[in-house]
Structures are given as C-alpha cells and as structure tokens.
C-alpha cells in the first residue's frame, strides 16, 4: 500500500521562500503521477502543480512562475519549491499520488498534509 508523508511547512513572511517535501513509501514502483494540492482556511482544496513520472510538469494559473515541482526517484522523494510567496499562499498543502496519468486534482492517496503560513 502507497503511504505519502509531507513535511516543510511553516511560518514564512511574504516575499519569502519555503521547500516542502513529500516521501512515498509502500508500492511506489506504481506511480505515475504525483501531485500538490492545497486547501486554504475555509475553502475548498485546489490543485497547485503536478509531475508525471519520466518529468513533464503542470501548475496552476496562480503559481506558475514562484513554485517548482521536482522529484527525486531514487529517495522516492517529491518536492515543491515555493519562491514569492503570498499571503494568499497561505493554507494545508497536500502531496498526492497516483497509478495513472493524472493531469487533474483527483489522486488516489493523499499525504496528511503540511500547514504553510505566509504573513504580510
């Protein structure tokens, strides 16, 4: 069974810089797609950017530019860097997974997610 575990959250001041990461462990030899999403206070979670095994990239409209979604597939690692950030930045940031090519927000497993916080 697919387990995924983010870390890197945190308090950060607009403007600034902030890395999160992602683990996967369990039957990782069948992923195809891994994702981040978030879920600001009080709304509904959103897709932020996603990576298809073999290295194609997508975000988001309102990420594109400050965000980079990389991976590492020798620690089976994912990872999301957060450059510029944004009051508006601020919410739970999930790491996804999934056995197919995914280009959407809707994965098979989810992480149990990572608070960020961007103060102005």
């Known amino acids: 069974q697919l387990q995924l575990v983010e870390s890197g959250g945190g308090l950060v001041q607009a403007g600034g810089s902030l890395s999160l990461s992602c683990a996967a462990s369990g039957s990782i030899d069948i992923i195809r797609t891994m994702a981040w999403s978030r879920q600001p206070p009080g709304k509904q979670r959103e897709w932020v950017a996603a990576?298809?095994?073999?290295?194609?990239?997508n975000y988001a409209d309102s990420v594109k530019g400050r965000f980079t979604i990389s991976g590492d597939n020798a620690k089976n690692m994912v990872y999301l860097q957060m450059n510029s950030l944004k009051p508006e930045d601020t919410a739970v940031y999930y790491c996804?997974?999934?056995?197919?090519?995914?280009?959407?927000?809707?994965?098979?497993?989810w992480g149990q997610g990572t608070l960020v916080i961007v103060s102005s």
């Open positions: 996804a997974a999934d056995t197919t090519v995914v280009a959407g927000p809707d994965l098979e497993v």
């Open positions: 990576i298809i095994m073999g290295g194609s990239t």
